[in-house]
Protein backbone atom coordinates (compact mmCIF):
# COMPACT_ATOMS: atom_id res chain seq x y z
CA UNK A 1 0.00 0.00 0.00
CA UNK A 2 1.03 3.46 -0.59
CA UNK A 3 2.04 5.17 2.26
CA UNK A 4 4.01 7.64 4.41
CA UNK A 5 6.78 5.92 6.91
CA UNK A 6 8.53 7.39 9.36
CA UNK A 7 11.08 6.47 11.69
CA UNK A 8 11.57 5.68 14.62
CA UNK A 9 8.35 5.68 16.20
CA UNK A 10 9.89 6.84 19.72
CA UNK A 11 13.27 8.48 19.91
CA UNK A 12 15.41 9.52 22.91
CA UNK A 13 17.83 12.02 22.81
CA UNK A 14 20.41 13.88 25.00
CA UNK A 15 19.85 17.46 25.59
CA UNK A 16 22.08 19.35 23.24
CA UNK A 17 23.05 15.94 21.06
CA UNK A 18 21.97 16.38 17.88
CA UNK A 19 19.01 13.96 16.07
CA UNK A 20 17.99 13.42 12.86
CA UNK A 21 14.01 11.65 11.83
CA UNK A 22 13.57 10.58 8.75
CA UNK A 23 10.55 10.00 6.90
CA UNK A 24 9.70 8.43 3.07
CA UNK A 25 6.78 8.17 1.34
CA UNK A 26 5.66 5.98 -1.65
CA UNK A 27 2.75 8.37 -2.97
CA UNK A 28 4.99 10.04 -5.29
CA UNK A 29 3.73 12.90 -3.70
CA UNK A 30 5.07 16.80 -5.07
CA UNK A 31 4.95 18.13 -1.54
CA UNK A 32 6.15 17.11 1.91
CA UNK A 33 5.85 18.93 5.27
CA UNK A 34 7.36 18.33 9.01
CA UNK A 35 4.70 19.16 11.53
CA UNK A 36 5.32 19.76 15.53
CA UNK A 37 2.84 18.97 17.45
CA UNK A 38 2.76 19.54 21.73
CA UNK A 39 0.21 17.74 23.72
CA UNK A 40 -3.06 19.52 23.23
CA UNK A 41 -1.92 21.94 20.72
CA UNK A 42 -3.03 21.90 16.97
CA UNK A 43 -0.05 20.80 14.34
CA UNK A 44 2.67 23.26 13.78
CA UNK A 45 4.18 23.95 10.14
CA UNK A 46 7.92 23.89 10.81
CA UNK A 47 8.77 23.32 6.94
CA UNK A 48 8.18 21.63 3.69
CA UNK A 49 9.27 21.29 0.33
CA UNK A 50 7.61 21.64 -2.88
CA UNK A 51 9.77 19.17 -5.19
CA UNK A 52 13.37 20.42 -4.12
CA UNK A 53 12.31 24.35 -3.00
CA UNK A 54 12.67 24.58 0.23
CA UNK A 55 10.10 26.65 2.30
CA UNK A 56 10.85 27.46 6.11
CA UNK A 57 8.09 29.27 8.64
CA UNK A 58 9.41 32.38 9.28
CA UNK A 59 9.09 31.24 13.12
CA UNK A 60 10.19 27.68 12.69
CA UNK A 61 13.93 27.95 15.09
CA UNK A 62 17.53 28.02 13.31
CA UNK A 63 17.77 24.65 15.28
CA UNK A 64 15.46 22.50 12.81
CA UNK A 65 16.93 22.20 9.76
CA UNK A 66 15.54 19.86 6.66
CA UNK A 67 16.91 17.96 3.83
CA UNK A 68 15.04 16.36 0.75
CA UNK A 69 17.41 14.11 -1.32
CA UNK A 70 14.94 13.15 -3.48
CA UNK A 71 11.41 12.69 -4.12
CA UNK A 72 10.75 9.81 -1.42
CA UNK A 73 12.48 10.82 1.40
CA UNK A 74 12.96 14.22 3.91
CA UNK A 75 14.26 14.39 7.13
CA UNK A 76 14.50 16.71 9.94
CA UNK A 77 17.82 17.06 11.89
CA UNK A 78 17.51 18.95 15.22
CA UNK A 79 21.17 20.06 15.91
CA UNK A 80 20.77 20.69 19.60
CA UNK A 81 17.81 19.49 20.94
CA UNK A 82 16.00 21.01 23.98
CA UNK A 83 13.79 20.24 26.53
CA UNK A 84 11.57 22.22 24.38
CA UNK A 85 11.59 20.64 21.75
CA UNK A 86 9.96 17.17 23.15
CA UNK A 87 7.09 16.43 21.02
CA UNK A 88 5.44 14.22 18.43
CA UNK A 89 6.82 15.46 14.87
CA UNK A 90 4.47 14.31 12.37
CA UNK A 91 5.39 14.11 8.17
CA UNK A 92 2.73 14.60 5.78
CA UNK A 93 2.36 14.30 1.91
CA UNK A 94 0.22 16.05 -0.60
CA UNK A 95 0.19 16.21 -4.87
CA UNK A 96 0.60 18.98 -6.49
CA UNK A 97 -2.22 21.86 -4.81
CA UNK A 98 -0.33 22.37 -1.47
CA UNK A 99 -2.67 20.52 0.88
CA UNK A 100 -6.25 21.54 -1.23
CA UNK A 101 -7.04 17.78 -1.65
CA UNK A 102 -5.79 17.14 2.03
CA UNK A 103 -2.81 15.76 3.45
CA UNK A 104 -1.05 11.86 4.15
CA UNK A 105 0.49 11.72 7.51
CA UNK A 106 3.12 9.29 8.77
CA UNK A 107 2.79 7.87 11.92
CA UNK A 108 4.82 9.93 13.89
CA UNK A 109 7.62 10.21 15.92
CA UNK A 110 7.65 10.90 19.33
CA UNK A 111 10.82 13.02 20.81
CA UNK A 112 11.68 12.82 24.43
CA UNK A 113 14.40 15.00 25.30
CA UNK A 114 16.38 13.91 28.49
CA UNK B 1 -7.73 36.49 17.06
CA UNK B 2 -6.89 32.65 16.25
CA UNK B 3 -7.29 31.57 12.68
CA UNK B 4 -9.16 28.18 12.96
CA UNK B 5 -10.91 27.68 16.26
CA UNK B 6 -12.40 25.00 17.74
CA UNK B 7 -13.75 24.57 20.94
CA UNK B 8 -10.85 22.22 22.56
CA UNK B 9 -14.33 19.80 24.58
CA UNK B 10 -14.71 17.46 26.42
CA UNK B 11 -17.45 16.78 24.43
CA UNK B 12 -19.41 14.20 25.84
CA UNK B 13 -22.01 12.35 23.98
CA UNK B 14 -24.03 8.82 25.00
CA UNK B 15 -23.29 5.80 22.28
CA UNK B 16 -25.96 6.25 19.63
CA UNK B 17 -26.13 10.02 19.98
CA UNK B 18 -25.18 12.80 17.17
CA UNK B 19 -22.07 14.14 17.99
CA UNK B 20 -21.88 17.68 16.12
CA UNK B 21 -18.31 19.43 16.03
CA UNK B 22 -17.71 22.97 14.91
CA UNK B 23 -15.00 25.07 13.65
CA UNK B 24 -14.67 28.70 12.53
CA UNK B 25 -12.21 30.55 10.83
CA UNK B 26 -10.93 33.62 9.58
CA UNK B 27 -9.36 33.70 6.27
CA UNK B 28 -12.10 34.37 3.99
CA UNK B 29 -10.26 33.30 1.05
CA UNK B 30 -9.96 29.63 2.25
CA UNK B 31 -11.05 27.06 -0.41
CA UNK B 32 -10.64 23.73 1.09
CA UNK B 33 -11.87 22.07 4.23
CA UNK B 34 -10.96 19.23 5.97
CA UNK B 35 -11.57 17.33 9.26
CA UNK B 36 -8.81 14.87 10.61
CA UNK B 37 -9.30 12.27 13.61
CA UNK B 38 -6.27 12.15 15.78
CA UNK B 39 -6.37 9.06 18.32
CA UNK B 40 -4.19 9.64 21.42
CA UNK B 41 -0.72 9.18 20.79
CA UNK B 42 -1.18 8.59 17.48
CA UNK B 43 -1.04 10.85 13.72
CA UNK B 44 -4.16 13.10 12.11
CA UNK B 45 -5.99 10.72 9.66
CA UNK B 46 -8.14 12.53 7.13
CA UNK B 47 -11.94 11.44 7.72
CA UNK B 48 -13.73 14.58 5.57
CA UNK B 49 -13.06 16.96 2.90
CA UNK B 50 -15.33 20.04 1.48
CA UNK B 51 -15.40 22.38 -0.54
CA UNK B 52 -18.21 24.34 -1.58
CA UNK B 53 -21.31 25.12 0.80
CA UNK B 54 -23.59 23.17 1.67
CA UNK B 55 -23.29 19.24 3.32
CA UNK B 56 -21.36 16.29 2.02
CA UNK B 57 -22.02 12.77 3.37
CA UNK B 58 -19.81 10.00 3.83
CA UNK B 59 -21.34 6.79 5.99
CA UNK B 60 -22.03 8.00 9.30
CA UNK B 61 -19.84 11.47 8.59
CA UNK B 62 -21.46 14.62 7.32
CA UNK B 63 -19.47 17.68 6.81
CA UNK B 64 -21.06 20.69 6.36
CA UNK B 65 -19.40 24.25 4.66
CA UNK B 66 -20.72 28.13 5.33
CA UNK B 67 -18.46 30.52 3.95
CA UNK B 68 -20.96 33.67 4.52
CA UNK B 69 -20.71 32.65 8.26
CA UNK B 70 -16.74 31.16 8.14
CA UNK B 71 -18.01 27.96 9.88
CA UNK B 72 -17.70 24.23 8.98
CA UNK B 73 -18.73 21.85 11.25
CA UNK B 74 -18.95 17.80 11.43
CA UNK B 75 -21.63 15.68 12.25
CA UNK B 76 -21.29 11.66 13.40
CA UNK B 77 -24.23 10.19 13.43
CA UNK B 78 -24.64 6.68 15.64
CA UNK B 79 -21.49 7.81 17.69
CA UNK B 80 -19.26 4.50 18.91
CA UNK B 81 -16.69 4.42 21.06
CA UNK B 82 -14.55 3.99 18.78
CA UNK B 83 -15.31 7.28 17.89
CA UNK B 84 -13.74 9.07 21.07
CA UNK B 85 -10.99 10.78 19.59
CA UNK B 86 -9.42 14.77 18.77
CA UNK B 87 -10.69 15.71 15.74
CA UNK B 88 -9.07 18.51 14.05
CA UNK B 89 -10.38 21.59 11.90
CA UNK B 90 -8.08 22.45 9.13
CA UNK B 91 -8.40 24.98 6.38
CA UNK B 92 -6.19 25.73 3.37
CA UNK B 93 -5.38 29.52 3.78
CA UNK B 94 -4.22 32.43 2.19
CA UNK B 95 -0.60 30.81 2.56
CA UNK B 96 -0.78 27.51 4.09
CA UNK B 97 -2.96 24.91 5.69
CA UNK B 98 -3.65 25.59 9.55
CA UNK B 99 -4.80 23.74 12.13
CA UNK B 100 -7.16 24.08 14.78
CA UNK B 101 -6.50 22.93 18.11
CA UNK B 102 -9.04 20.41 18.14
CA UNK B 103 -12.58 18.96 20.00
CA UNK B 104 -12.04 16.37 22.24
CA UNK B 105 -14.86 13.96 21.68
CA UNK B 106 -15.61 11.19 24.24
CA UNK B 107 -18.39 8.48 23.32
CA UNK B 108 -19.93 7.08 26.64
CA UNK B 109 -20.69 3.50 26.23
Known amino acids: DAMVIQNPRYQVTQFGKPVTLSCSQT?????MYWYQQKSSQAPKLLFHYYDKDFNNEADTPDNFQSRRPNTSFCFLDIRSPGLGDAAMYLC?????????????FGSGTRLTVV | QKEVEQNSGPLSVPEGAIASLNCTYS??????FFWYRQYSGKSPELIMS????GDKEDGRFTAQLNKASQYVSLLIRDSQPSDSATYLC?????????FGTGTRLKVLA
Open chain 2, 27 to 32: DRVSQS
Open chain 1, 27 to 31: LNHNV
Open chain 2, 90 to 98: AVTGTYKYI
Open chain 1, 92 to 104: ATSGKGQGAFGYT
Open chain 2, 50 to 53: IYSN
